[in-house]
């Protein structure tokens, strides 16, 4: 049976917001699924307590680069305490669904995002 992806899903795929690196972030983390050996590498910088650029690479499936380039977009601009709360279901949504195969994707891009704010915080001593 073929998965489908929502439209959202796709055009992030294909046309990935933030992808890139960030010299000097204030907070970075990869993370990496060792079951379907999929990598999200993200960057974010962060300026009194906000998250004012996110950037990242990804090497996966359709739903690992489009839940990565979509949680990109999410989290910018966000206070660091709301960026962290994002759940898997709030960037889900925001893709308008995937596959039940590909939900791992998500958790990914959220961890990541978790990890580099963590970073951010060990860094500024906090």
Do not use: W
Request: net charge neutral; charged share 20%.
């Amino acid at each position: 049976m073929a998965e489908v992806y929502s439209e959202i899903a796709l055009d992030h795929f294909r046309n990935p917001r933030n992808a890139g690196t960030m010299q000097n972030a204030d907070g970075a983390a990869t993370v990496e699924n060792p079951a379907s050996g999929a990598v999200v590498s993200l960057q974010l910088r962060i300026v009194d307590e906000r998250v004012v650029r996110a950037k990242f690479q990804a090497q996966g499936c359709t739903a690992t680069i489009a839940a990565a380039s979509v949680i990109t977009e999410m989290v910018s601009g966000l206070p660091v305490a709301a960026a962290v709360a994002v759940t898997r279901a709030d960037v889900e949504t925001r893709l308008g669904g995937l596959p039940p195969t590909r939900k791992h994707a998500v958790a990914l891009a959220r961890d990541a995002v978790r990890e580099a704010i963590a970073d951010f915080r060990s860094r500024a001593g906090a």
